[in-house]
């Protein structure tokens, strides 16, 4: 048994504490934030999208990303942050907009979002989570160019659980798509099995049964300042609480993590890519749809969470920065008007903005540093909410001296 301390009470900090106390260790995790589930976990699209991962990062991205930048209410905005890092970082993703680099992406991606999905079920289980939204609806990737959806259909594999469907089966299966009049839909691709989730709810509920766990030493409302070092070994972490000791330590800050690794010449190549949602009410006049749908071309998802519709949406390269811009919301609402419009009550629908914690090559980055008892669990991107529970048993089996469960090629730390 160890003693550990976890950075980060978002989804992959408590997933991982949650997956080590069930190994048997000792668990304190550090949350800088007065709740849980304040950062990018607090009102992600909630998709729970294991077998459509789609790395943004491919061949043909740079060429379709201007086009999106000069229609103002294009999925992408790029605006200097007076950082080197923002540089740097799009330098490495333009590295990896290429089709080898992106299959071999999806591939790991693939592996890792199959092997998430079990580790779902069984936390799922032994946590009793009961109050989480959970559905299983299914994903529709819906294309509004045929050529698009041609590329798409031709590339689904045919063994496989997707389905390439024409507008009308589009349509019967989810006839709310038919509802703004001239239906903009060329086709689309259907996985059966996707999940939809409170992410938000099941945090917190989490939160709750690593409370009352035996192994649990409780939550420290503190900042992470730094590391204590001791020849090449992680000792303690320096906190606004006082210094914390530890046989290991799981740096699962989200997007601070790489400021907190830095010092120790660990950089993390994270980015903040700005997302917003918007929660809408939905009421009994009201035809949201019932599976999960991902606007392709709009990078714009749709999930029936309970009684409220969630929209997101919006790739925003404008650094730390989670204000309300008037402007993209006003394009989002645009967007779920022409698309969705008797889906929910947009008049009450609650904005939101995140910061999705993205590496260039969109893959998290897990497992051990260069420092002995320094690990992590980071870089989870757009499909945090999905990746975490896989991400945090192979932290939790690495930590335990068990082989990886799955091979971490691409997915270790490596030189950005
Ligand atoms: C608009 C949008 C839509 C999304 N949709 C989906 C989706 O449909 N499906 C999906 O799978 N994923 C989705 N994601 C991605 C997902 O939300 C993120 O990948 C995930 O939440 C990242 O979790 P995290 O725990 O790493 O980071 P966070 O949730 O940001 O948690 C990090 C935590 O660390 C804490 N922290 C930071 N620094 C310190 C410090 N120094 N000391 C102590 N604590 C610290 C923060 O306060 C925070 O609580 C979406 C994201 C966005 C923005």
Redesign the pocket.
Do not use: D, K
């Given at each position: 048994m160890k003693q550990l301390v976890v950075?980060?009470?978002?989804?992959?900090?408590l997933t991982t504490a949650w997956a080590l106390v069930q190994a048997g260790h000792r668990v304190t995790l550090?949350?800088?934030?007065a709740a849980l589930?304040?950062?990018?976990?607090r009102a992600?699209?909630?998709?729970?999208?294991y077998r459509y991962v789609s790395p943004l990062a491919d061949a043909g991205v740079p060429l379709k990303a201007l086009g999106w930048l000069l229609d103002r209410d294009g999925p992408l905005r790029l605006r200097p942050d007076g950082t080197l890092a923002q540089w740097r970082w799009l330098g490495a993703f333009l590295a990896h907009c290429k089709a080898s680099t992106n299959r071999r992406t999806t591939a790991r991606l693939l592996a890792l979002g199959a092997f998430s999905q079990r580790c779902f079920l069984e936390l799922q289980r032994e946590a009793a989570l009961n109050a989480i939204e959970l559905r299983t609806p299914g994903k529709l990737v819906v294309y509004r160019k045929p050529a698009a959806f041609e590329r798409a259909a031709r590339q689904s594999d045919p063994k496989g659980p997707e389905r390439a469907m024409s507008r009308d089966e589009c349509l019967a299966l989810e006839p709310a798509l038919g509802d703004c009049g001239e239906p903009w839909l060329a086709g689309g691709i259907f996985t059966a099995g996707e999940a939809v989730a409170d992410?938000h709810a099941m945090c917190l509920q989490l939160g709750r049964r690593l409370e009352q766990h035996p192994n649990f030493r409780g939550w420290v409302h503190a900042?992470?300042l730094g590391f204590v070092e001791e020849h090449g070994r992680v000792v303690a972490l320096r906190s606004t609480e006082g210094e914390l000791a530890a046989d290991g330590f799981v740096l699962?800050?989200?997007?601070?993590s790489a400021a907190?690794a830095a010092p120790l010449g660990i950089r993390l190549p994270l980015y903040p890519l700005k997302?917003?949602?918007l929660s809408a009410p939905i009421g009994g006049q009201h035809r949201p749809p019932a599976v999960s749908v991902t606007d392709f071309e709009r990078k714009t998802?749709y999930a029936r969470i309970g009684q409220q519709l969630r929209v997101?949406a919006m790739v925003d390269l404008v650094g730390e920065d989670t204000s309300l811009d008037p402007s993209r919301l006003a394009a989002l609402h645009r967007n779920v008007l022409a698309s969705f419009p008797k889906a929910a009550d947009y008049s009450q629908a609650v904005p939101w903005a995140?910061?999705?914690?993205a590496t260039p090559s969109g893959a998290p980055m897990l497992g051990a540093t260069p420092l002995t008892g320094l690990w992590l669990n980071?870089g989870?991107?757009?499909?945090?909410?999905?990746f975490s529970f896989g991400s945090a048993r192979i932290l939790a089996d690495l930590i335990s001296g068990r082989p990886s469960p799955l091979d971490l090629d691409g997915l270790a730390l490596r030189a950005a």
């Open positions: 950075i980060g009470g978002g989804v992959v900090g550090v949350e800088r934030a589930a304040q950062g990018a976990s992600n699209g909630g998709q729970l999208s992410c900042h992470a699962a800050a989200g997007l601070q907190l997302g917003y949602s998802l997101a995140g910061l999705r914690p980071v989870h991107g757009a499909l945090g909410f999905t």
